[in-house]
Nanobody, 116 residues
């Protein structure tokens, strides 16, 4: 399974971030797979942001829920992340991650910098 994140590298404060995770090698509707967004700010640890499941259910980190939306396109086999009201502290490498029964896959990550 391969995951490829894409999106703008630079976003201004208060704007909305839109990231795409293009999946190949497996369908995003494959049973029991969860498709996660995870980020890592500079000098900090990984932060789970949320997930969309194989059935389309979504789950969010409580601290980010009010600003985050995860969706998918089954035809394009793509998962999306939207985050609004961006702040400089949202600067991070954003990763797409898939976990299924006893397996996990990571994208290479995409750098997002929030700055005016």
């Amino acid at each position: 399974v391969q995951l490829q994140e894409s999106g703008p590298g630079l976003v201004k404060p208060s704007q909305t971030l839109s990231l795409t995770c293009t999946v190949s090698g497996a369908s995003i509707t494959t049973n029991y797979y969860y498709w996660n967004w995870i980020r890592q700010p500079p000098g900090k640890g990984l932060e789970w942001m949320g997930a969309i499941t194989y059935s389309g259910s979504t789950y969010y980190s409580p601290s980010l829920k009010s600003r985050t939306s995860i969706s998918r396109d089954n035809v394009e086999n793509t998962v999306y992340l939207q985050m609004n009201s961006l702040k400089p502290e949202d600067t991070a490498v954003y990763y797409c991650h898939a976990n299924g029964p006893a397996v996990g896959y990571w994208g290479q990550g995409t750098q997002v910098t929030v700055s005016s």
